[in-house]
């Protein structure tokens, strides 16, 4: 079974706060456009704003970007449980908003915040989970005792699920998103406050996962992460899909792929014209916050010639930083901001 | 409508009650026992009350212990969901449109309701003593009137559920719940109202008052109650609208 996703022309206005139990767990929606309708003292809050994608069938596709980039929108557009103000998703040959009870049959989801069962024990999420897909009784029996193995849970099966650590709770969030075999898997920032240790087995689960053939969605903040984990990437941030492709061409796409961080007493047009006219340096960006960001094919060889193109202009360094190719430094290439800002 | 998925739902509430059998009865049951114990045998052995009000009482007591333990078993869980602990969302997951979880909800919550009821019954006679004059000479009306009941509750448990955050709660009880108990003709029949007359015509609005009536007829049909077709069109009326607004309140949280 080959199920891929496609989004077209998807966008997302919020127009009250989204309630509590909603989103699939969205961070806080900082970062998006609030404005004043003049009409009426309500908010609009653009979440998601005209963002296409296509994910193959097969495919471990992450989302990166800062939080309420819109990242968890998204995942909840697409898992049926936010409705799209425009545009359409599509997984396999179902439109997810039109075809939800089809859709919700081919996906997984793992939630950004735990969202287990307090009432129930670990065994019991699993086998009524899958209840409610309608699986047999003995095959439920027999595929949560194999989860609860593979996910190293079995010694506390039978154990209400308060008292569970962090880390137990996100294995069993997956394991039960797995119960019943989806071709699609949703995971929204599932790494976080996990300790490396859990978050190296995490991966491995869902390259195990993938290997099966099926699709998975990831969302993220953690560039490691998707650099480690994902075939494709989009980066996103104020609900736009800012570029896509594999971390690899994404990061050759920075120019000179360097990144030094410039901070000055003044920056000046001479200075500027001076620092473009470095040998390497592809390209001089001004920062808001009164430095200058150098991209450039090398990093370290090139500070005594800006220190020389300082004294020339007269300006006096007060901070520098030098980031080697990566993806953020492809976020701050596209947005001019940190992704940790 | 999946009835694979809808079960499921049912059998998982059924396990997390009977895991909760024992502070559940206690947190529906005890506080209409005690009022039983007070107003129904302290009050009537000690003469301040005529024999006679135990029989009156008893009907409303069985309306308000339905009432309460249907409305929190449906109200309670969906405050906590749609605030803080979510459990909800794998349900709301499950390849079944959503309202179907609601009113799987409502009907786990009338089960509760009518268990509720039957419990209470009983144990009221037994503290009640002698000189308890009910009959139970229409027990298909009693039941229709049962079931009835039990729905209501949990739709309202739907409704307010859905609308309040954690922090309303003590605000639901003393401001909606409380009065509703109150004048919903619980402890005294809806013709005693006659001489509030505004009060009496207000009242008809509330519907727990079609709950004790309703037992009232059924049970003590030799006290004054409102006639059948009004109980039953009331109850069937609010029925309606409470299911109504709570699945419109439901779908509201459950989509973002």
Request: proline share 6%; charged share 20%.
């Amino acid at each position: 079974m080959d199920v891929g996703i496609r989004i077209s022309r998807l966008r997302k206005v919020y127009t009250s706060p989204p309630p509590a139990g909603a989103l699939v767990r969205g961070g806080p929606m900082t970062g998006v456009k609030f404005f004043k309708r003049p009409e009426k003292k309500k908010y609009a809050v653009v979440a998601l704003d005209d963002v296409s994608l296509e994910i193959m069938p097969g495919e471990i596709f992450g989302l990166l970007g800062p939080n309420g980039a819109g990242k968890s929108t998204t995942v909840g557009v697409l898992t049926t449980r936010v409705r799209p103000t425009a545009g359409e998703a599509w997984i396999g040959g179902f439109e997810v908003w039109r075809e939800r009870v089809k859709v919700k049959r081919l996906i997984g989801v793992v939630p950004q915040k735990p969202n287990l069962d307090f009432a129930l024990t670990a065994r019991e999420m699993l086998t009524y989970h899958a209840a409610y897909f309608g699986m047999p009784a003995a095959e439920r029996q027999r595929r949560s005792t194999d989860l609860l193995e593979r996910f190293q849970l079995t010694d506390r099966a039978d154990s209400l699920v308060t008292g569970f650590s962090g880390g137990m709770m996100q294995r069993l969030s997956i394991a039960r998103a797995l119960m019943h075999d989806p071709q699609v898997l949703f995971l929204d920032e599932p790494s976080t406050g996990l300790d490396p240790q859990t978050r190296l087995l995490l991966w491995e689960l869902i390259r195990d996962f993938n290997r099966h053939g099926a699709t998975v969605l990831l969302t993220t903040h953690n560039m490691d992460e998707a650099d480690a984990l994902c075939h494709r990437l989009a980066i996103v941030d104020h609900g736009r899909v800012i570029a896509t492709g594999t971390p690899e061409a994404l990061k050759r796409s920075v120019p000179g792929g360097f990144v030094v961080r410039l901070k000055f007493d003044t920056v000046s047009e001479t200075l500027a014209a001076r620092l473009a006219q470095i040998p390497g340096v592809t390209e001089v960006q001004r920062t808001p916050e009164g430095g200058v960001d150098l991209y450039a094919d090398r990093g370290g060889t090139l500070i005594p010639h800006v220190v020389n193109a300082a004294a020339a202009a007269g300006a006096t360094i007060s901070d520098v930083h030098i980031s080697e190719p990566s993806l953020e430094n492809l976020f701050l290439h596209h947005t001019g901001r940190s992704l940790r800002q | 409508m999946n009835l694979q998925a809808f079960l499921a739902m049912l059998g998982r509430d059924a396990r997390v009650a009977r895991r909760n059998f024992l502070p559940l009865l206690l947190q529906n049951l005890v506080q209409p026992m005690l009022f039983v114990f007070v107003f129904g045998r302290v009050m009537t052995t000690s003469g301040m009350m005529p024999e006679s009000y135990k029989t009156l009482l008893l009907p409303g007591i069985i309306a308000i212990s339905m009432l309460l333990s249907g409305l929190q078993a449906v109200a309670f869980p969906m405050i906590a969901d749609f605030q803080f602990s979510r459990e909800i969302e794998d349900r709301l997951l499950a390849p079944m449109e959503i309202e179907w979880v609601a009113i799987e909800k409502v009907v786990a919550g009338s089960i509760q309701a009518l268990i509720a009821g039957g419990v209470v019954i009983p144990t009221a006679w037994l503290i009640l003593g002698k000189g308890l004059q009910v009959s139970f000479a229409q027990p298909f009306e009693l039941l229709a009137l049962a079931v009835l009941v039990a729905l209501m509750a949990a739709a309202v448990g739907l409704t307010l559920g859905c609308s309040l955050g954690q922090a309303q709660i003590g605000i639901m009880f003393s401001l909606i719940v409380g009065p509703m108990i109150f004048f919903g003709c619980t402890y005294y029949p809806w013709s005693a109202l006659a001489a509030f007359p505004i009060l009496q015509k207000v009242v008809l609005l509330n519907p727990f008052v079609y709950a004790s009536e309703g037992f009232r007829s059924a049970l003590a049909p030799q006290f004054p109650h409102l006639s059948g077709y009004v109980v039953f069109g009331g109850l069937l009326l609010f029925n309606g609208i409470f299911l109504w607004l709570g699945l419109k309140q439901f779908r509201k949280k459950a989509i973002g």
